[in-house]
């Protein structure tokens, strides 16, 4: 495998990484919301997720993939009401303004387990995988150790522009004050509903 493919590789990840998308309303909602410790959290959860679908599609892992084809809308639905759920959990916070005690202090576990679940609840990021990634391979050289490359590649340079993100987001929110805590909570709340509705409108690849 050139470098001259490995840098096309790393250059597609990244655009795809700045595409918006649930996984990326999620964690700039909870960065926004609960800080840099909230955004680590989620991205850590959405890393795994993407992770473990990278892993079935290198593997070449039919059954799962048919399986997830199969029930694309039933788990693309699940995704996007949950994260209408979690949406509409921020938007309270930020309408009743209840304190430390709402919605914006979150166990670090319930944040990564958001993020898990978010990545996971998108079919058509393992189905997108499976045309993506044999693209890159040399067919000249044995397919198997050019996708573990690729698959680690891959899940290392989106989660780079992750914590990119993360890291400047962040740095901005801690010019707010604690007055603005509400407004916060509402941009996070809108940014939820925004990944579900993006979530829902997602169709099946023909």
Not at 18 to 27: A, F, Q, V, Y
Not at 36 to 44: D, I, N, R, S, V
Not at 127 to 133: D, K, N, P, Q, T
Request: charged share 10%; proline share 4%; hydrophobic share 55%.
């Amino acid at each position: 495998m050139s470098m001259g493919i490995l840098a096309a590789f790393v250059a597609a990840c990244i655009f795809l990484a700045l595409t918006p998308g649930p996984n990326m309303s999620l964690i700039i909602a909870n960065t926004t919301a609960h800080g840099l410790a909230g955004g680590l959290w989620t991205l850590a959860g959405s890393t795994t997720g993407l992770a473990i679908l990278v892993a079935i599609a290198a593997l070449g892992m039919t059954s799962v993939m048919v399986l997830m084809a199969d029930w694309f809308d039933v788990i693309r639905w699940l995704g996007a009401a949950y994260l209408v759920y979690l949406g509409a959990r921020q938007l309270r916070a930020a309408f009743r303004g209840s304190g430390p005690e709402t919605v914006r202090v979150l166990h670090g576990g319930s944040l990564y387990l958001n993020g898990l679940l978010v990545s996971l609840s998108n079919p058509k990021v393992l189905l997108f995988l499976g045309a993506f990634l044999p693209q890159f391979v040399n067919p000249s050289h044995a397919p198997g150790p050019q996708l573990v490359v690729l698959a680690a590649l891959f899940v290392a340079t989106l989660a780079a522009v992750d914590v990119t993100y993360t890291l400047l987001l962040a740095r901005a929110r801690r010019a707010f004050t604690a007055r603005h805590t509400r407004v916060l909570d509402g941009i996070a709340g809108g940014l939820l509903l925004a990944g579900g509705a993006l979530l829902a409108t997602l169709r099946r690849p023909t």
